[in-house]
Protein backbone atom coordinates (compact mmCIF):
# COMPACT_ATOMS: atom_id res chain seq x y z
CA UNK A 1 0.00 0.00 0.00
CA UNK A 2 1.42 3.46 -1.08
CA UNK A 3 1.56 5.41 2.09
CA UNK A 4 0.62 8.41 0.93
CA UNK A 5 -3.09 6.95 -0.33
CA UNK A 6 -5.42 9.15 2.18
CA UNK A 7 -9.01 7.90 2.65
CA UNK A 8 -10.44 10.80 0.22
CA UNK A 9 -8.31 10.24 -2.44
CA UNK A 10 -8.76 6.59 -1.98
CA UNK A 11 -12.52 6.61 -2.38
CA UNK A 12 -12.67 9.25 -5.26
CA UNK A 13 -10.50 6.90 -7.33
CA UNK A 14 -12.77 3.80 -6.09
CA UNK A 15 -15.89 5.67 -7.19
CA UNK A 16 -14.73 6.48 -10.39
CA UNK A 17 -14.51 2.88 -11.12
CA UNK A 18 -17.92 1.94 -9.58
CA UNK A 19 -19.42 4.95 -11.74
CA UNK A 20 -18.35 2.29 -14.84
CA UNK A 21 -20.05 -0.77 -13.24
CA UNK A 22 -23.17 0.25 -11.80
CA UNK A 23 -25.79 1.97 -13.43
CA UNK A 24 -25.93 5.84 -13.94
CA UNK A 25 -29.49 5.42 -11.61
CA UNK A 26 -27.84 2.94 -9.00
CA UNK A 27 -24.56 5.76 -8.68
CA UNK A 28 -26.44 8.43 -7.97
CA UNK A 29 -28.76 6.96 -5.71
CA UNK A 30 -26.31 4.79 -3.48
CA UNK A 31 -22.70 5.68 -4.26
CA UNK A 32 -22.39 9.22 -5.05
CA UNK A 33 -23.65 10.92 -1.49
CA UNK A 34 -21.11 8.93 0.34
CA UNK A 35 -17.55 9.86 1.32
CA UNK A 36 -14.47 8.38 3.27
CA UNK A 37 -12.30 10.19 6.06
CA UNK A 38 -10.63 6.99 7.82
CA UNK A 39 -8.36 4.91 6.64
CA UNK A 40 -5.87 2.57 8.66
CA UNK A 41 -3.93 -0.30 7.28
CA UNK A 42 -6.60 -2.46 7.64
CA UNK A 43 -9.91 -0.73 7.04
CA UNK A 44 -11.51 1.86 5.58
CA UNK A 45 -14.55 3.63 6.93
CA UNK A 46 -17.53 5.23 4.53
CA UNK A 47 -19.84 7.84 5.40
CA UNK A 48 -23.36 7.13 3.73
CA UNK A 49 -26.50 9.54 4.70
CA UNK A 50 -29.09 7.34 5.62
CA UNK A 51 -29.92 3.70 6.92
CA UNK A 52 -31.18 2.83 3.91
CA UNK A 53 -28.27 3.79 1.61
CA UNK A 54 -26.03 1.39 4.17
CA UNK A 55 -28.14 -1.30 3.64
CA UNK A 56 -27.90 -0.70 0.20
CA UNK A 57 -24.04 -0.68 0.00
CA UNK A 58 -23.70 -3.55 1.85
CA UNK A 59 -25.10 -5.32 -1.09
CA UNK A 60 -22.88 -3.90 -3.14
CA UNK A 61 -19.94 -4.67 -0.69
CA UNK A 62 -18.58 -7.45 -2.97
CA UNK A 63 -17.97 -4.48 -5.74
CA UNK A 64 -16.52 -2.23 -3.76
CA UNK A 65 -14.04 -4.06 -2.01
CA UNK A 66 -13.11 -5.40 -4.91
CA UNK A 67 -12.23 -1.96 -6.17
CA UNK A 68 -11.36 -0.68 -2.91
CA UNK A 69 -8.69 -3.78 -2.50
CA UNK A 70 -7.21 -3.24 -6.33
CA UNK A 71 -6.91 0.28 -6.17
CA UNK A 72 -5.68 0.46 -2.24
CA UNK A 73 -3.35 -2.64 -3.34
CA UNK A 74 -3.63 -3.77 0.38
CA UNK A 75 -6.44 -5.32 2.11
CA UNK A 76 -9.14 -3.42 4.11
CA UNK A 77 -12.18 -4.39 6.11
CA UNK A 78 -15.09 -2.11 4.47
CA UNK A 79 -17.35 -0.27 7.38
CA UNK A 80 -20.16 1.84 6.54
CA UNK A 81 -21.44 4.24 8.99
CA UNK A 82 -24.70 6.93 8.97
CA UNK A 83 -23.07 10.65 9.12
CA UNK A 84 -23.09 14.27 7.76
CA UNK A 85 -22.07 13.09 4.10
CA UNK A 86 -23.22 17.53 3.02
CA UNK A 87 -25.69 16.12 -0.01
CA UNK A 88 -25.57 17.95 -3.05
CA UNK A 89 -27.83 20.73 -3.83
CA UNK A 90 -30.74 19.65 -5.60
CA UNK A 91 -30.92 22.41 -9.29
CA UNK A 92 -34.26 21.58 -9.88
CA UNK A 93 -37.79 21.05 -7.85
CA UNK A 94 -37.73 17.57 -9.39
CA UNK A 95 -34.22 16.82 -8.34
CA UNK A 96 -31.73 15.41 -10.81
CA UNK A 97 -33.13 11.75 -11.57
CA UNK A 98 -36.24 14.26 -13.45
CA UNK A 99 -34.11 16.78 -14.66
CA UNK A 100 -35.23 18.16 -17.82
CA UNK A 101 -34.02 17.58 -21.57
CA UNK A 102 -32.88 20.07 -23.34
CA UNK A 103 -35.58 20.98 -26.59
CA UNK A 104 -32.69 20.85 -28.44
CA UNK A 105 -30.02 18.69 -27.12
CA UNK A 106 -27.94 16.33 -29.68
CA UNK A 107 -29.55 13.21 -30.64
CA UNK A 108 -27.17 10.98 -28.80
CA UNK A 109 -28.10 12.75 -25.76
CA UNK A 110 -31.65 12.01 -25.91
CA UNK A 111 -30.79 8.50 -26.73
CA UNK A 112 -28.98 8.51 -23.87
CA UNK A 113 -31.41 10.25 -21.71
CA UNK A 114 -33.85 7.33 -22.51
CA UNK A 115 -31.31 4.81 -22.06
CA UNK A 116 -30.81 3.62 -25.35
CA UNK A 117 -27.67 2.56 -27.19
CA UNK A 118 -26.83 3.43 -30.07
CA UNK A 119 -24.90 0.34 -30.44
CA UNK A 120 -28.08 -1.91 -30.29
CA UNK A 121 -29.82 -1.93 -33.42
CA UNK A 122 -31.68 -4.27 -35.91
CA UNK A 123 -28.93 -3.83 -39.08
CA UNK A 124 -26.39 -5.72 -36.60
CA UNK A 125 -28.79 -8.55 -34.94
CA UNK A 126 -28.11 -11.07 -37.00
CA UNK A 127 -31.12 -13.16 -37.55
CA UNK A 128 -31.81 -17.50 -37.25
CA UNK A 129 -34.22 -20.09 -36.20
CA UNK A 130 -33.31 -19.41 -32.55
CA UNK A 131 -34.69 -15.86 -32.61
CA UNK A 132 -36.60 -15.78 -36.03
CA UNK A 133 -40.04 -15.06 -34.27
CA UNK A 134 -38.69 -12.59 -31.66
CA UNK A 135 -37.04 -10.03 -34.65
CA UNK A 136 -40.24 -10.13 -36.29
CA UNK A 137 -42.59 -9.30 -33.71
CA UNK A 138 -39.86 -6.43 -33.18
CA UNK A 139 -39.83 -5.45 -36.53
CA UNK A 140 -43.50 -5.07 -36.75
CA UNK A 141 -43.57 -3.10 -33.76
CA UNK A 142 -41.10 -0.62 -34.32
CA UNK A 143 -43.20 -0.05 -37.68
CA UNK A 144 -46.21 0.35 -35.39
CA UNK A 145 -45.62 1.19 -31.88
CA UNK A 146 -48.75 0.33 -29.61
CA UNK A 147 -50.54 -1.60 -32.27
CA UNK A 148 -50.17 -4.16 -33.54
CA UNK A 149 -48.49 -6.69 -30.62
CA UNK A 150 -49.03 -5.12 -27.27
CA UNK A 151 -47.68 -5.86 -24.78
CA UNK A 152 -44.34 -7.87 -26.18
CA UNK A 153 -43.01 -10.35 -23.81
CA UNK A 154 -39.75 -12.18 -25.37
CA UNK A 155 -37.76 -14.58 -22.63
CA UNK A 156 -35.15 -16.15 -23.18
CA UNK A 157 -31.25 -17.49 -21.28
CA UNK A 158 -28.86 -15.08 -20.62
CA UNK A 159 -26.73 -13.72 -23.68
CA UNK A 160 -28.88 -13.91 -26.06
CA UNK A 161 -29.89 -11.13 -27.40
CA UNK A 162 -33.14 -9.68 -25.46
CA UNK A 163 -31.82 -6.21 -24.48
CA UNK A 164 -30.35 -5.53 -27.81
CA UNK A 165 -33.70 -6.32 -29.79
CA UNK A 166 -35.13 -4.45 -27.15
CA UNK A 167 -33.10 -1.74 -27.58
CA UNK A 168 -33.44 -1.94 -31.07
CA UNK A 169 -36.84 -1.82 -31.02
CA UNK A 170 -36.45 1.53 -29.29
CA UNK A 171 -33.79 3.34 -31.32
CA UNK A 172 -35.50 2.38 -34.65
CA UNK A 173 -38.78 4.55 -32.91
CA UNK A 174 -36.69 7.19 -32.02
CA UNK A 175 -35.01 7.09 -35.83
CA UNK A 176 -38.27 7.39 -37.25
CA UNK A 177 -40.05 10.03 -34.62
CA UNK A 178 -36.99 11.59 -33.19
CA UNK A 179 -40.26 13.00 -30.62
CA UNK A 180 -41.89 9.92 -28.99
CA UNK A 181 -41.17 9.52 -25.40
CA UNK A 182 -39.32 6.07 -24.98
CA UNK A 183 -38.13 4.68 -22.11
CA UNK A 184 -35.62 1.64 -21.71
CA UNK A 185 -35.04 0.26 -17.82
CA UNK A 186 -34.57 -2.54 -16.24
CA UNK A 187 -36.79 -3.67 -13.58
CA UNK A 188 -34.23 -2.71 -10.81
CA UNK A 189 -33.60 -0.10 -12.07
CA UNK A 190 -37.32 1.12 -11.64
CA UNK A 191 -37.62 -0.09 -8.48
CA UNK A 192 -34.83 2.20 -7.47
CA UNK A 193 -36.13 5.08 -8.75
CA UNK A 194 -39.45 4.47 -6.85
CA UNK A 195 -37.74 3.87 -3.66
CA UNK A 196 -36.02 7.70 -4.37
CA UNK A 197 -39.13 9.07 -5.26
CA UNK A 198 -41.06 7.72 -2.20
CA UNK A 199 -38.34 8.51 0.15
CA UNK A 200 -38.21 11.98 -1.21
CA UNK A 201 -41.81 13.08 -0.99
CA UNK A 202 -44.69 13.68 -3.35
CA UNK A 203 -43.31 15.93 -5.85
CA UNK A 204 -40.94 12.94 -6.37
CA UNK A 205 -43.27 10.43 -6.20
CA UNK A 206 -45.58 12.48 -8.88
CA UNK A 207 -43.11 13.44 -11.26
CA UNK A 208 -42.60 9.36 -10.89
CA UNK A 209 -45.64 8.90 -12.54
CA UNK A 210 -45.78 11.21 -14.49
CA UNK A 211 -42.40 10.33 -15.99
CA UNK A 212 -43.84 6.40 -16.99
CA UNK A 213 -47.40 6.81 -17.16
CA UNK A 214 -46.70 9.83 -20.01
CA UNK A 215 -44.49 7.41 -22.60
CA UNK A 216 -44.83 6.75 -25.77
CA UNK A 217 -43.03 3.59 -25.27
CA UNK A 218 -42.20 1.52 -22.33
CA UNK A 219 -39.04 -0.82 -22.84
CA UNK A 220 -38.75 -2.50 -19.51
CA UNK A 221 -35.75 -5.11 -19.00
CA UNK A 222 -35.40 -8.57 -16.69
CA UNK A 223 -38.95 -7.72 -15.27
CA UNK A 224 -38.17 -10.88 -13.20
CA UNK A 225 -36.66 -8.60 -10.70
CA UNK A 226 -40.07 -7.41 -10.05
CA UNK A 227 -40.31 -10.66 -8.30
CA UNK A 228 -41.58 -10.40 -4.13
CA UNK A 229 -41.23 -6.80 -4.41
CA UNK A 230 -44.42 -5.23 -3.43
CA UNK A 231 -44.89 -1.98 -4.34
CA UNK A 232 -42.74 -1.81 -7.42
CA UNK A 233 -45.38 -4.58 -8.61
CA UNK A 234 -48.27 -2.07 -7.22
CA UNK A 235 -47.01 0.77 -9.22
CA UNK A 236 -45.65 -1.04 -12.43
CA UNK A 237 -49.58 -2.90 -12.63
CA UNK A 238 -50.67 1.22 -12.92
CA UNK A 239 -48.20 2.13 -15.26
CA UNK A 240 -48.92 -0.53 -17.23
CA UNK A 241 -52.73 0.12 -17.29
CA UNK A 242 -52.34 3.54 -18.09
CA UNK A 243 -50.02 2.90 -20.90
CA UNK A 244 -52.16 -0.03 -22.41
CA UNK A 245 -55.32 1.56 -22.14
CA UNK A 246 -53.87 4.36 -24.20
CA UNK A 247 -51.88 2.61 -26.94
CA UNK A 248 -48.72 3.48 -25.44
CA UNK A 249 -45.91 0.10 -26.82
CA UNK A 250 -45.15 -1.73 -23.85
CA UNK A 251 -42.06 -4.23 -24.26
CA UNK A 252 -40.70 -7.06 -21.39
CA UNK A 253 -38.26 -9.06 -21.50
CA UNK A 254 -37.75 -11.78 -18.44
CA UNK A 255 -35.17 -15.00 -18.32
CA UNK A 256 -38.66 -16.61 -17.93
CA UNK A 257 -42.49 -17.12 -19.34
CA UNK A 258 -44.93 -15.17 -17.48
CA UNK A 259 -46.38 -18.94 -16.10
CA UNK A 260 -43.28 -19.78 -14.67
CA UNK A 261 -43.17 -16.62 -12.23
CA UNK A 262 -43.70 -17.43 -8.80
CA UNK A 263 -43.41 -14.34 -6.49
CA UNK A 264 -44.90 -12.08 -9.19
CA UNK A 265 -48.87 -11.46 -8.99
CA UNK A 266 -51.49 -12.73 -11.14
CA UNK A 267 -52.53 -9.85 -12.21
CA UNK A 268 -49.47 -8.76 -13.84
CA UNK A 269 -48.52 -12.27 -15.66
CA UNK A 270 -51.87 -12.51 -17.05
CA UNK A 271 -51.42 -9.09 -18.54
CA UNK A 272 -48.44 -10.02 -20.07
CA UNK A 273 -50.17 -13.30 -21.46
CA UNK A 274 -52.78 -10.34 -23.15
CA UNK A 275 -49.99 -10.22 -25.84
CA UNK A 276 -47.97 -11.50 -27.34
CA UNK A 277 -45.18 -14.12 -26.20
CA UNK A 278 -41.69 -15.27 -27.98
CA UNK A 279 -38.96 -17.04 -27.05
CA UNK A 280 -35.37 -16.78 -28.01
CA UNK A 281 -33.36 -20.13 -28.06
CA UNK A 282 -29.26 -20.42 -28.29
CA UNK A 283 -28.04 -20.03 -32.05
CA UNK A 284 -27.26 -23.04 -33.99
CA UNK A 285 -23.66 -23.26 -35.19
CA UNK A 286 -24.33 -21.40 -38.89
CA UNK A 287 -25.74 -18.34 -36.86
CA UNK A 288 -23.48 -17.88 -34.76
CA UNK A 289 -20.34 -18.06 -37.87
CA UNK A 290 -23.02 -15.21 -38.99
CA UNK A 291 -23.30 -13.10 -36.11
CA UNK A 292 -19.10 -13.34 -35.87
CA UNK A 293 -18.76 -12.35 -39.62
CA UNK A 294 -21.07 -9.96 -39.04
CA UNK A 295 -18.77 -8.40 -36.05
CA UNK A 296 -15.46 -8.97 -38.08
CA UNK A 297 -17.13 -6.83 -40.72
CA UNK A 298 -18.56 -3.94 -38.20
CA UNK A 299 -15.21 -3.62 -36.78
CA UNK A 300 -13.50 -4.24 -39.88
CA UNK A 301 -11.25 -6.91 -38.10
CA UNK A 302 -8.88 -8.73 -39.74
CA UNK A 303 -9.75 -12.26 -38.38
CA UNK A 304 -10.19 -14.88 -41.21
CA UNK A 305 -13.29 -17.16 -41.71
CA UNK A 306 -11.41 -20.82 -40.90
CA UNK A 307 -10.60 -18.97 -37.12
CA UNK A 308 -14.27 -17.77 -37.01
CA UNK A 309 -15.43 -21.47 -37.77
CA UNK A 310 -13.03 -22.25 -35.01
CA UNK A 311 -14.48 -19.79 -32.07
CA UNK A 312 -18.35 -20.37 -33.40
CA UNK A 313 -17.60 -24.94 -32.68
CA UNK A 314 -15.87 -23.54 -29.51
CA UNK A 315 -18.65 -21.38 -27.88
CA UNK A 316 -22.07 -22.44 -28.38
CA UNK A 317 -23.90 -21.41 -24.86
CA UNK A 318 -24.60 -17.69 -25.55
CA UNK A 319 -23.51 -14.46 -27.27
CA UNK A 320 -22.16 -12.99 -24.83
CA UNK A 321 -19.56 -15.62 -24.34
CA UNK A 322 -19.00 -15.78 -28.10
CA UNK A 323 -18.41 -12.06 -28.36
CA UNK A 324 -16.05 -12.26 -25.27
CA UNK A 325 -13.88 -15.54 -27.19
CA UNK A 326 -14.28 -13.32 -30.40
CA UNK A 327 -12.05 -10.81 -28.41
CA UNK A 328 -9.67 -13.02 -26.92
CA UNK A 329 -9.09 -14.42 -30.18
CA UNK A 330 -8.74 -10.67 -31.42
CA UNK A 331 -6.16 -9.46 -28.75
CA UNK A 332 -3.89 -12.49 -29.12
CA UNK A 333 -3.71 -12.64 -32.64
CA UNK A 334 -2.81 -9.06 -32.31
CA UNK A 335 -0.15 -9.37 -29.86
CA UNK A 336 1.66 -12.40 -31.13
CA UNK A 337 3.93 -12.11 -33.94
CA UNK A 338 2.01 -14.62 -36.27
CA UNK A 339 -1.29 -12.83 -36.70
CA UNK A 340 -4.18 -14.74 -36.86
CA UNK A 341 -3.96 -18.97 -36.23
CA UNK A 342 -5.44 -21.91 -35.85
CA UNK A 343 -2.51 -22.09 -32.88
CA UNK A 344 -3.22 -18.42 -31.21
CA UNK A 345 -7.09 -18.67 -31.57
CA UNK A 346 -6.66 -21.70 -29.53
CA UNK A 347 -4.20 -20.61 -26.87
CA UNK A 348 -6.64 -17.78 -26.11
CA UNK A 349 -9.50 -20.02 -25.90
CA UNK A 350 -7.72 -22.27 -23.86
CA UNK A 351 -7.12 -19.27 -21.26
CA UNK A 352 -10.38 -18.04 -21.57
CA UNK A 353 -11.42 -21.14 -20.77
CA UNK A 354 -9.36 -21.58 -17.94
CA UNK A 355 -10.19 -18.13 -16.17
CA UNK A 356 -14.12 -18.81 -16.30
CA UNK A 357 -13.21 -22.00 -14.56
CA UNK A 358 -11.40 -20.40 -11.94
CA UNK A 359 -14.49 -17.75 -11.57
CA UNK A 360 -16.88 -20.22 -10.17
CA UNK A 361 -14.87 -21.80 -7.79
CA UNK A 362 -16.16 -21.70 -4.52
CA UNK A 363 -15.21 -21.93 -0.79
CA UNK A 364 -16.28 -25.18 0.02
CA UNK A 365 -14.10 -26.40 -3.15
CA UNK A 366 -11.36 -24.85 -1.69
CA UNK A 367 -11.49 -25.51 2.11
CA UNK A 368 -12.04 -29.20 0.35
CA UNK A 369 -8.80 -29.22 -1.47
CA UNK A 370 -6.99 -27.82 1.27
CA UNK A 371 -8.20 -30.22 4.10
CA UNK A 372 -7.07 -33.22 1.53
CA UNK A 373 -3.96 -31.80 0.72
CA UNK A 374 -2.66 -31.43 4.07
CA UNK A 375 -5.02 -34.29 5.44
CA UNK A 376 -6.59 -32.07 7.94
CA UNK A 377 -10.51 -32.24 9.27
CA UNK A 378 -12.20 -29.47 7.76
CA UNK A 379 -13.81 -29.22 11.75
CA UNK A 380 -9.67 -28.76 12.63
CA UNK A 381 -9.29 -26.14 9.97
CA UNK A 382 -12.26 -23.86 11.57
CA UNK A 383 -11.21 -24.83 15.36
CA UNK A 384 -8.61 -23.72 18.07
CA UNK A 385 -6.15 -25.60 18.23
CA UNK A 386 -2.95 -23.94 16.92
CA UNK A 387 -0.15 -26.49 16.24
CA UNK A 388 1.80 -25.80 13.81
CA UNK A 389 0.07 -28.76 10.98
CA UNK A 390 -2.61 -27.12 11.52
CA UNK A 391 -1.96 -23.51 11.08
CA UNK A 392 0.17 -23.72 7.73
CA UNK A 393 -3.35 -25.20 6.33
CA UNK A 394 -5.45 -22.58 7.94
CA UNK A 395 -3.52 -19.51 6.40
CA UNK A 396 -3.65 -21.73 2.92
CA UNK A 397 -6.87 -21.40 2.91
CA UNK A 398 -7.56 -17.92 3.63
CA UNK A 399 -5.28 -16.72 1.02
CA UNK A 400 -7.00 -18.95 -1.50
CA UNK A 401 -10.32 -18.13 -0.59
CA UNK A 402 -9.60 -14.35 -0.46
CA UNK A 403 -7.54 -14.56 -4.15
CA UNK A 404 -9.49 -17.10 -5.83
CA UNK A 405 -13.27 -15.27 -4.55
CA UNK A 406 -12.82 -12.23 -3.57
CA UNK A 407 -15.02 -13.14 -0.10
CA UNK A 408 -14.65 -9.69 2.16
CA UNK A 409 -11.92 -10.72 5.17
CA UNK A 410 -14.92 -10.48 7.89
CA UNK A 411 -17.04 -13.26 5.75
CA UNK A 412 -13.78 -15.39 5.62
CA UNK A 413 -13.43 -14.95 9.44
CA UNK A 414 -17.04 -16.53 9.74
CA UNK A 415 -15.75 -19.22 7.43
CA UNK A 416 -13.13 -20.66 9.06
CA UNK A 417 -14.81 -20.84 12.22
CA UNK A 418 -15.61 -17.15 13.65
CA UNK A 419 -12.06 -15.42 13.45
CA UNK A 420 -11.56 -12.32 13.73
CA UNK A 421 -10.74 -10.17 10.51
CA UNK A 422 -7.59 -8.84 11.62
CA UNK A 423 -6.19 -12.66 11.85
CA UNK A 424 -7.92 -13.57 8.05
CA UNK A 425 -5.61 -10.30 7.38
CA UNK A 426 -2.32 -11.49 9.07
CA UNK A 427 -2.74 -15.15 7.42
CA UNK A 428 -3.39 -13.66 4.10
CA UNK A 429 -0.30 -11.38 3.91
CA UNK A 430 2.01 -14.03 5.42
CA UNK A 431 0.98 -16.72 2.46
CA UNK A 432 1.05 -13.71 0.15
CA UNK A 433 4.62 -12.89 0.82
CA UNK A 434 5.73 -16.57 0.94
CA UNK A 435 4.24 -17.57 -2.24
CA UNK A 436 6.85 -15.44 -4.09
CA UNK A 437 9.65 -17.03 -2.83
CA UNK A 438 10.50 -20.81 -4.35
CA UNK A 439 9.73 -22.32 -1.09
CA UNK A 440 7.30 -25.16 0.00
CA UNK A 441 4.32 -22.86 0.72
CA UNK A 442 4.57 -21.50 -2.78
CA UNK A 443 4.55 -25.17 -3.96
CA UNK A 444 2.24 -26.13 -2.08
CA UNK A 445 -0.22 -23.26 -3.07
CA UNK A 446 0.36 -24.07 -7.29
CA UNK A 447 -0.65 -27.89 -6.27
CA UNK A 448 -3.75 -26.78 -4.07
CA UNK A 449 -4.94 -24.59 -7.29
CA UNK A 450 -4.31 -27.01 -9.76
CA UNK A 451 -6.41 -29.52 -7.65
CA UNK A 452 -9.21 -26.83 -7.60
CA UNK A 453 -8.97 -26.13 -11.29
CA UNK A 454 -9.37 -29.66 -12.00
CA UNK A 455 -12.32 -30.33 -9.99
P1 LIG B 1 -29.60 -10.79 -22.99
O1 LIG B 1 -30.24 -9.47 -22.75
O2 LIG B 1 -30.54 -11.82 -23.51
O3 LIG B 1 -28.84 -11.31 -21.81
P2 LIG B 1 -27.96 -9.28 -24.80
O4 LIG B 1 -28.98 -8.60 -25.61
O5 LIG B 1 -27.27 -8.47 -23.77
O6 LIG B 1 -28.53 -10.61 -24.15
O7 LIG B 1 -26.88 -9.91 -25.80
C1 LIG B 1 -25.56 -10.24 -25.40
C2 LIG B 1 -24.59 -9.77 -26.47
O8 LIG B 1 -24.77 -10.54 -27.65
C3 LIG B 1 -24.79 -8.33 -26.87
O9 LIG B 1 -23.53 -7.74 -27.07
C4 LIG B 1 -25.57 -8.39 -28.16
O10 LIG B 1 -25.25 -7.31 -29.01
C5 LIG B 1 -25.08 -9.70 -28.75
N1 LIG B 1 -26.12 -10.38 -29.54
C6 LIG B 1 -27.15 -11.09 -29.06
N2 LIG B 1 -27.90 -11.60 -30.03
C7 LIG B 1 -27.34 -11.20 -31.18
C8 LIG B 1 -27.65 -11.40 -32.57
N3 LIG B 1 -28.69 -12.14 -32.96
N4 LIG B 1 -26.85 -10.81 -33.47
C9 LIG B 1 -25.78 -10.07 -33.10
N5 LIG B 1 -25.42 -9.86 -31.82
C10 LIG B 1 -26.19 -10.40 -30.87
MG1 LIG C 1 -30.26 -8.33 -20.99
Redesign the pocket.
Known sequence: MSTTLDAKTLWKAVLAELQLVVSPINYKTWLENTKAEKLTKSSLEIICPTLYTKDRLQKLLPLIQEAVDRIGTGMYEITFVIGETQPKKVSTEMGPLFAQTQANSATKEIQTKAGLSP??TFE?????KN?QLAVAIANAVSQNPGTVYNPVFFY????????????AIGNEIFRKKPASKIIYITSEDFTNELVYAIQHGRNFSAAFREKFRKADVLLI??IQFIAGKESTQEEFFHTFNALYMTQKQIVV?SDRPPKDFTNIEERITSRFGSGIISD?QP?DYD?RVA?LR??RDQNKDAIPNDILAFIAEKVST???E??GAYLQVLTEGKSNGDGFTLESAAKALHESIREDKQKQVNVQQILKAVCNYYSVKSADLKGERRTKGLVLPRQVAMYLIKDLTGTPLMTIGELLGGRDHTTIIHGVRKIGGEVVEMGKTRQDVTNIRQIINAT
Request: positive net charge.
Open positions: RYNFVTGNSGVGLGKTHLMQDDTIPTINKNIRLE
